[in-house]
């Protein structure tokens, strides 16, 4: 019974200061805002913790695995990438170097052919126009000395006693004409010309006027 009677008394007094309260305070629920609210966000704050705690992880590790196999991948990539790169050009350059070398000895042979052709061009016709050159000379020998003594032949034989009957070298006066004895004319052989007397000029006659039958009319 002792111990009953405090815990009486206890009760009794908090609900007197709950009455109490109620009475005095009309609006029992404002103190929520105010007093509970720091204790109901501590206690949830320890589950967002461990849920934003997951979130961060999981993104730090969503993150750094993208950035490993980002570096990983993009470094063999360019590794791979610059191999074939340089095999590329290493073919390229081989090929134009073997390429530069049988051309050139291409075109050297062609350029020997040419200077070839080119010499034999210029010294055997040379040789056919030579031979013709000189059985022409030979014949023109031959056809010549044949027409001088057929020539000899026919002056000597046919025409030797035409050769007796020469006519005289002509005088100095029978070049020209009797008229070139006369003076007055310097070359010989001029006198069948003759030096026509001068004409009187007739003025030039002034045109006056226009006729109708006679379209021009003169007078002196």
């Known amino acids: 019974m002792k111990l009953l009677l405090p815990l009486v008394l206890l009760s009794t007094l908090a609900s007197c200061t709950s ?7 009309p609006r029992p629920s404002s103190v929520l805002p105010c007093r509970d609210a720091g204790y109901v966000n501590r206690a949830l704050g320890y589950p967002s913790q461990a849920v934003g705690q997951v979130g961060t992880s999981t993104s730090d590790v969503i993150d750094d695995g ?16 610059n191999m074939a790169s340089d095999a590329v050009y290493r073919t390229d350059d081989v090929a134009f170097r073997e390429t530069n070398r049988y051309t050139d000895y291409g075109m050297d042979t062609v350029d ?10 210029s ?16 014949t023109k020998k031959v056809y010549q000395s044949g027409m001088y003594a057929y020539g000899e032949a026919v002056s000597v034989g046919l025409f ?4 007796i009957f020469t006519p005289p070298e002509p005088k100095s006066y029978m070049v020209g004409s009797l008229n070139d004895l006369g ?11 003759c030096k026509l007397p001068q004409l009187p000029v007739e003025p030039e006659q002034e045109v006056t006027g226009k006729n109708p039958k006679n379209p ?3 007078s002196k």
């Open 19 to 25: 009455t109490k309260n109620l009475v005095n305070n």
């Open 112 to 121: 020997d052919g040419a200077n070839f052709g080119a010499r034999a061009l």
């Open 183 to 193: 003076a007055g004319y310097p070359l010989p052989g001029s006198g069948h010309h």
């Open 160 to 163: 030797g006693t035409v050769d």
């Open 66 to 81: 993208a950035n490993f196999s980002g570096k990983v991948v993009d470094r063999q990539a360019r590794d791979y990438t």
């Open 216 to 218: 021009v009319t003169a």
């Open 123 to 138: 010294r055997w016709p040379g040789v056919v126009t030579g031979i013709v050159q000189r059985g022409m000379i030979s």
